[in-house]
């Protein structure tokens, strides 16, 4: 029984050969693969962690901004006990005087 012909050694290699090849291809596949998915997960924890700021920075404007109204509200309630009713507590008889002698 004759071996193989040099042909056939060589179309046999030619075939681990293209199988070697595509096996290191699929495996650098997968470490890109890898590779990709760890600087996903570094890039979703830093916009996790940028969202997580915007939230509080919004949480801390909604607070100032509730804040304010509440300083105008105060700022208003002064205003009319303050100045409006002594103003009206003096011209109000005044007016009323006036009114009953015409």
Known sequence: ??????????????DKFGELRQDITGLGRRVDGKVSQDVYQVQLATLMN??????????????????????????????????????LAVLLPTLLSMGGKG
């Open 1 to 14: 029984m004759a071996g193989p012909t040099a042909e056939e050694v060589n179309r046999r290699l030619d």
């Open 50 to 87: 940028q969202l997580a700021d915007v939230k509080a920075e919004n949480a801390a404007l909604r607070a100032e901004r509730t804040r304010d109204a509440e300083r105008l509200a105060a700022t208003r309630r002064w205003l009319i006990g303050v100045v409006i009713i002594p103003i």
